[in-house]
């Protein structure tokens, strides 16, 4: 995979300041929910968004702090997670999120063509209700203004009040990802 805007950084060409970082997200991605995409090329350089943080680690160290902490937030399944995730990705074209993403969702149990509808921006009609719910919170915060009230009373009596906190702090997760990968317009990887 090659990357237009910033250099992919090899394991020997790393900084003193990188070399932490790099290990950290070594460490991370060896979890089950980076199995199935690229994460690494072949040489050991990151691509997609730790291909990027590693350029900015003062940054970097705070962002993977708060990604952490809205990864491991309770109150919403992981299909409804995929589904925030592609909607953001979807309503942006983040090419790498929605590449990562895909084989994750397909784990969830979504099935192809809701992925490609979310992908594409689109809202699949038959989602359950609270994935359903997750997805136009998620569109409404995207679309900028407050959440409606309908739209705020409905997802909280549906997923709780930690669920509807789950999708909002995802769907930031995602933007700063996706913000980050189509700033440095980071490309798909490898299939694994």
Sequence with gaps: MINLRLPLVSPAELSAEQRPLYEAFEASTRAVEYQGFEVK????????????????????????????????????????????????????????????????????????????????????????????????????????????GPLYDAAVAELGQDGFDAVVFITVHYLVLGTLLNAYDVPVGSAS
């Design 41 to 148: 090329n072949a040489e050991g350089a990151f691509v997609g968004p730790w291909g990027v943080m590693l350029h900015f680690p003062d940054l970097a160290l705070p962002l993977g702090r708060f990604i952490g902490l809205a990864q491991r937030l309770d109150g919403i399944s992981e299909r409804a997670r995929q589904v925030v995730i592609l909607t953001v990705g979807g309503r942006f074209n983040v090419a790498y999120e929605l590449y990562a993403h895909t084989p994750l969702a397909a784990r969830a149990g979504l099935r192809t063509d809701q992925i490609a509808a979310l992908s594409a921006g689109a809202r699949p009609a038959d989602l359950s209700e609270d994935e359903l719910l997750a997805a136009d919170v998620a569109s409404a915060l995207v679309r900028g203004g407050p959440v409606p």
